[in-house]
């Protein structure tokens, strides 16, 4: 799980573009991207990356499942129906008496066909979006959903998918720092579970948010300042004569070095 930081104009979404394979054709690029030794002309990218767009696009008469349905019908919902049936097999083995909201999804797979269903009540839930499942996205002449919920149905559209690469572009513009927590937490499990890999971009993340990440990605004016373990990070500037002064946040004063460097 890499943290993406960079100031606006860094590159960050054309980064994250061209790591997902939908960098527009129109622009040139140089170098070569690989997944696990595959070149992205040997395999469909698409369907193994997930871009979560810095924007929110969404048809604003369809209610919030209704949109997340939509995105696991026609992307597919891979891993993600297995996961929860292996969590039930392994709880019926352990004797343990699963969490009734759990078991409600469960109950709901068993019959087979509600495959999409099951995976979108369990991302709505992950993200806090149940409370507002059944109202209108909505859009400018349209009263729907609040802004910060509207950028988690973004999210949520994105994960539903079977891809088990997914890049995030400032997913937590217009929702508060303990809200980005949980999302980051629970995305940090998923990716651990299946074996995944995120890259996430954000603005100003609160310092118990940076603390999830285990990789660090630094960009200035479409370079790569810094690119390696979190742990790492402040040894390395040191060693470059940029201290972290005290009471100040790591991922605050990652984002001045570029003002300094720049
Ligand atoms: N089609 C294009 N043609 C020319 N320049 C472009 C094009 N697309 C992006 N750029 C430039 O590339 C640079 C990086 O843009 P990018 O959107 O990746 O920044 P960003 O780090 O995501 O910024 P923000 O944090 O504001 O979203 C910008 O200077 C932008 O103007
Ligand atoms: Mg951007």
Redo the contacts with the bound molecule.
Sequence with gaps: MTLLL??????????LLALAGTL?S??KMSGDIIYNGHTMDEFVPRRSAAYVS?HDLHMAELTVRETVNFSAKCQGIGHRFDLLMELSRREKEENIKPDPEIDIYLKAAATGEQKAEVVTNHILKVLGLDICADTLVGNNMLRGISGGQKKRVTTAEMLVTPGRALFM??ISTGLDSSTTFQIVNSIRQTIHIIGGTAVI?L?QPAPETYELFDDIIL?SD?QVVYNGPREHVLEFFKSMGFKCPERKGVADFLQEIKGNTG
Aim: proline share 15%; aromatic share 0%; hydrophobic share 30%.
């Design positions: 960079g100031p606006p104009g860094a590159g960050k979404t054309s980064l527009p129109s622009l810095q572009d400032e971009a603005l960009l479409g």
